[in-house]
């Protein structure tokens, strides 16, 4: 038996259609896809013979727009966008590695090695250190390598963690000899503490960013990394530093004992301040 069709309700002059009101309003292609769902004739009538019968619309345009707010297709892109790193940062961040890091973690591999002639002043903090010094510079130029390269990788979690494993061991073992190498340094007492304090730091963000992560807090492990690169810079930064002074002509000694303060704390404190800018990746995963 055929059944009797009952007018559509979006036909009625006081239901007024859905596409009248798509009309009014930007919709997104999950909404268009909504309204075709709740207006879709009922898959039973098809089986049963009968003849399929719209099914009352559950939920409308505006309903949608109410509950959801306008959709805007121009959003998607934006938020696409957002997840990629700017160009422009990109090419300082490639730049920087290239020109700043990159040399500096091959200047103390091959020093390590014994590949290179050391200065004076390293020269005889091998003959009192002759297995932890070759051992921190190896270690410290492979860190300043491995730790840029684990924060590039984290969109790859098996790379990141390989590579985030690799470079807190060594980490470890360039904060551990660079206690030793501060204490038996030839620098000045204000020079030494600086560059003790550096390992001592480097050693205690490295600890409490493995204990974050260990307990799933991904914002909190993030910042940490990041302040551990800042004061890993710090050698490049000395390095850097101590080559103006030299330029000008300033006083070795007072010059190298700022330096080593200096050039650890000043990048510290600007990546504590980036971390938690607004607009910072790490406060939008804690948001998350």
Not at 16 to 37: G, K, T, Y
Not at 194 to 222: D, M, N, P
């Amino acid at each position: 038996m055929v059944l009797p069709q009952e007018p559509f309700l979006t036909s009625t002059p006081h239901q007024p259609s859905a596409h009248r009101e798509m009309s009014s309003v930007n919709l997104s292609v999950a909404e268009i896809r909504i309204l075709s769902d709740t207006q879709r004739p009922a898959m039973s009538a098809c089986l049963s013979g009968g003849s399929a019968i719209a099914m009352p619309a559950t939920q409308n345009a505006a309903t949608i727009v109410a509950a959801n707010g306008p959709a805007r297709m121009t959003d998607l892109p934006y938020l696409r966008a957002n997840r990629r790193l700017p160009s422009a940062a990109a090419i300082i961040l490639a730049l920087t590695l290239s020109l700043l890091v990159l040399p500096a973690a091959l200047v103390a591999i091959t020093l390590g090695l014994g590949l290179r002639p050391l200065p004076y002043e390293l020269f005889v903090v091998l003959q009192r250190l002759p297995l932890a010094f070759p051992l921190h510079m190896i270690a410290s130029g492979l860190a300043l390598i491995l730790i840029p390269i684990a924060a590039f990788a984290r969109p790859w979690r098996g790379v990141h963690r390989a590579v985030g494993r690799l470079a807190a061991a060594a980490v470890v073992i360039g904060g551990l000899t660079a206690l030793l190498v501060a204490l038996a340094s030839e620098a000045t007492a204000v020079a030494r503490a600086g560059l003790f304090t550096q390992g001592l730091v480097w050693l205690v963000l490295l600890a409490v960013a493995i204990a974050a992560i260990r307990r799933r807090e991904v914002s909190r492990h993030a910042r940490m990394m990041l302040a551990m690169a800042a004061v890993a810079s710090g050698a490049i930064w000395l390095r850097l530093v101590m080559f103006a002074a030299n330029a000008m002509d300033l006083p070795f000694d007072a010059a190298y004992a700022v330096a080593t303060w200096a050039c650890w704390l000043v990048p510290l404190a600007i990546a504590v301040i980036a971390s938690h800018a607004p607009r910072s990746p790490v406060v939008a995963m804690q948001r998350a």
